[in-house]
């Protein structure tokens, strides 16, 4: 990319707190800060905290706001409760994946979507276009630049944050979000996140963004809060099962074989990609995406190829880290359905070396505490 | 800066080596581990291998990349630090002390002459080539 790299508000905040920056798909953004598995293990046992202001935000508002949403996505945003968030994917025609968003209901017919960062531009000319093809009172808006977000996830991150808000959080459900006032501002606050661990998310002016980051690292110092970049949110998330876009899924795989078919509502009426995802559907798919982990020691890579028993390379790691809780490989990978049973070897090559890896449920960490609802990739 | 061991020669792969006699000692630099971050995984040679200058002899690992490591001089290995494969955090703790690699018989003194000082090691760093 030959344009500058763009910025969240936070720049300048996570330079002065010791970040090492890389690019992130056209964002300068910080890759980790004391080292990968510190912040790692901080969000698993405390609470760590994200600049996630790269994200973008389309609003749609308007009486046929969710007729649009309903087209627009595959999940069922119908039963959409105020202030209720919904994990959703878009599809083309074909049923490839366009991008996995979360879906607000702020209000009546007020509709706030959550999409990637480096996804933004196209889900914007996407959004936009099906928008002018389809009849009705809505409008759509690209709110990306007018949103910061900051994600405080972990364990104490709500004995962290009620001493912030006004909210009583415990009331804040999983997958639930209220707006509420800081500082003279409107903020939302969410209990969702990309961590598999309980907290939350703050959307919010990116003016306020650094006041906010500040405060969140004072009144947490006593549980130890830190600042986490990419690094150890993409080992959080892969833990957690999460799967990336870019990686795990693209516009040439379908929900139904990025094992998300649990996101897909063909009994809610039509939506772009709904023949193609109900074929997928009844007819199965040749290939699943799958999660391993490896026997033997070392860490599956992004584009290292999988193999079966055979000398045939039968697919690829999409998503592969050290685990920090597991202390080993693990991955993600697209192979044929006859190798995603559980329990099933696979081998991934490994700078030449053929290393043995076992075909695991995910998520592959699963936070101790029961009661709470996870965000899953299994049906 | 970090401190780089003025008796330790530098590789522009971010290694040192250390030689008493007719043995070297090599790790990676402080630099080195801090580009990787953690480090999670080392693969070293073994015992009696011949090692060959600039070429690779293994790998390490951490949690975001990897990278091969490359002989900084031609020799036999005479000892290898197996604890690493257990304690890979020795890396990021001690580069230039505990976290030692391999020891290896100098074959030919020469080779490490051509090597830099602690000094053209931290000008090196500091160029364009060698810091990032």
Do not use: C
């Not at chain 1, 959004?127 to 949103?147: C, H, L, M, Y």
């Amino acid at each position: 990319m030959s344009d500058d790299p763009k910025r969240t508000p936070l720049n300048q905040w996570h330079r002065d707190h010791g970040a090492k920056m890389v690019d992130f798909g056209g964002w300068d953004m910080p890759i980790q800060f004391d080292g990968i598995l510190a912040e790692h293990e901080a969000v698993r046992q405390r609470a760590g905290l994200f600049d996630v202001s790269h994200m973008g935000e389309v609003r749609i508002q308007g009486d046929d706001a969710l007729a649009f949403i309903q087209h627009l996505t595959t999940n069922d945003a119908g039963g959409l409760e105020l202030g209720q968030a919904q994990y959703t994917v878009m599809t083309n025609h074909d049923g490839g994946v366009i991008d996995d968003l979360l879906v607000y209901r702020l209000a009546d017919t007020d509709y706030l979507l959550v999409i990637n960062a480096a996804t933004t531009p196209k889900d914007v000319a996407w959004i936009e276009k099906q928008a002018e093809d389809f009849e009705g009172a809505f409008e759509v808006r690209n709110e990306s630049d007018e949103w910061a977000q900051l994600a405080l996830q972990g364990p104490d991150a709500e004995i962290i944050l009620s001493r912030i808000v006004a909210l009583d959080l415990g009331s804040i459900g999983y997958y639930r979000a209220a707006f509420t006032d800081l500082d003279g501002v409107q903020v939302l606050v969410s209990r969702t996140g990309y961590t598999g661990e309980d907290g939350f998310e703050v959307y919010l002016p990116p003016s306020q963004a650094p006041g906010l980051a500040d405060t969140i690292l004072d009144v947490g110092a006593s549980e130890g809060v830190v600042p986490v970049g990419l690094g150890a949110r993409d080992t959080l998330r892969l833990e957690a099962g999460m799967l990336l876009y870019g990686n795990d899924m693209d516009e040439s795989r379908s929900p139904v074989e990025a094992n998300l078919r649990w996101l897909t509502k063909p009994d809610k009426g039509d939506f772009i990609g709904k023949d193609a995802i109900v074929a997928d559907i009844e007819a199965g798919t040749a290939e699943r995406l799958v999660g391993f982990e490896l026997v033997d020691r070392g860490v599956p890579r992004h584009g290292y190829e999988l193999y079966g028993a055979d000398e045939q390379a039968i697919g690829e790691v999409t998503s592969g880290t050290f685990s920090p809780t597991l202390r080993k490989g693990i991955g993600l990978g697209y192979v044929p359905v006859e190798h995603t049973a559980v329990g099933g070897m696979l081998r991934v090559d490994i700078r030449g070396r053929k290393l043995e890896a076992r075909v695991v449920k995910t998520p592959f960490y699963r936070r101790p505490k029961p009661g709470k609802q996870h965000r899953k990739i299994e049906e | 800066m970090a401190d780089y061991p003025e008796s330790y020669k530098y590789t522009k792969e971010h290694e040192w080596i250390s030689v008493d006699g007719d043995e070297g000692t090599i790790g990676i630099t402080d630099h080195a581990q801090a580009e990787l971050g953690d480090v999670v995984y080392v693969e070293l040679p073994a015992v009696g291998d011949q090692l060959q200058a600039g070429q690779p002899f293994g790998t390490i690992e951490s949690v975001k990349a990897v990278s091969e490591l490359y002989a900084p001089i031609s020799g036999e290995v005479t000892a290898i630090h197996e604890e690493l494969v257990d304690q890979p955090e020795l890396f990021n703790e001690d580069p230039h002390g505990a976290a030692w690699m391999v020891r290896m018989r100098v074959a030919d003194s020469g080779e490490i002459d051509a090597l830099m000082s602690s000094g053209d090691y931290v000008t090196f760093l500091e160029s364009a080539d060698g810091g990032h």
